[in-house]
Nanobody
Framework: VQVVESGGGLVQAGGSLTLSCATT????????MGWFRQVPGKKREGVSC????????EYLDSVKGRFSISRDNKKSMVFLKMNNLKPEDTAMYYC????????????????????WGQGTQVTVSS
């Protein structure tokens, strides 16, 4: 299984970015997908999760209303649209495939996620 993130970069506060995550070797439509982020010295935190169909989503409270997760099962890809970015959104963003088709109650703690990508850096300047 390969998971590859892209779309990160440097953006000014208030700007937008869309992250993409491409997977191969995975029965993509059977897995929930998640986005996580990590800054140096801190624990990785869950940003968003989407169930197998895309109909159910979960978000970290601080990104609700600003970020939107979606997926394309035909292309085996998941996306994270980030609007109104803030300096505190600066982090390495990771994509991961869940073991199950739904977002577990523990999704934000990484439990139940496997097959991680290498990450894409998002930097938001003030």
């Amino acid at each position: 299984v390969q998971v590859v993130e892209s779309g990160g970069g440097l953006v000014q506060a208030g700007g937008s970015l869309t992250l993409s995550c491409a997977t191969t070797g995975l029965a993509f439509e059977r897995h929930a997908m998640g986005w996580f982020r990590q800054v140096p010295g801190k624990k990785r935190e869950g940003v968003s999760c989407v169930n197998w169909s895309g109909a159910e989503t979960e978000y970290l409270d601080s990104v609700k209303g600003r970020f939107s997760i979606s997926r394309d099962n035909k292309k085996s890809m998941v996306f994270l649209k980030m609007n109104n970015l803030k300096p505190e959104d600066t982090a390495m963003y990771y994509c991961a495939a869940g073991e199950y088709s739904v977002c577990l109650a523990s999704w934000s703690s990484e439990l139940g996620f496997e097959d991680w990508g290498q990450g894409t850096q998002v930097t938001v300047s003030s």
